[in-house]
């Protein structure tokens, strides 16, 4: 039943895990609760993601950055730099790998080679 719904509405685990993320950036104390939510509005626009398990593993990660500096209390500034967009697009290039960009990188590649009639 459960693959019929998924059919439908997407993966039920990602949906899940989205709503513990949102649940958890709720839980943190100002600034932090800002600055994530900042962060993860910029990684839904730039990113290009597109791969739904590689969009919560990074929003996980992201969570646990704040929650931890959070705790210890760490100005948001140490946390992001000077330039928060620097500090987003950093952190964004470790989950490249599932980029739109990446794929069409890649199929490009893969058209040329073939193109030019060399084997991979």
């Known amino acids: 039943m459960n693959k019929i719904i998924e059919k439908v509405v997407g993966d039920l685990g990602?949906?899940?895990?989205?709503?513990?993320?949102?649940?958890?950036?709720?839980?943190?104390p100002e600034p932090y609760r800002a600055t994530c939510s900042a962060v993860e509005r910029y990684a839904m626009y730039f990113s290009g993601i597109t791969n739904g398990n590689t969009m919560m593993t990074m929003l996980d990660n992201l969570i646990d950055l704040f929650e931890e500096h959070a705790a210890d209390g760490t100005p948001i500034r140490q946390i992001v730099g000077e330039d928060p967009v620097e500090f987003a697009e950093t952190f964004l290039a470790n989950y490249s790998?599932?980029?739109?960009?990446?794929?069409?990188?890649?199929?490009?590649?893969?058209?040329i080679r073939k193109a030019a009639g060399e084997t991979s």
Request: net charge positive; proline share 0%.
């Open 97 to 111: 790998q599932d980029h739109w960009i990446a794929k069409e990188r890649r199929r490009l590649q893969e058209s």
């Open 14 to 28: 990602d949906k899940r895990r989205w709503r513990q993320y949102k649940a958890r950036v709720k839980e943190l």
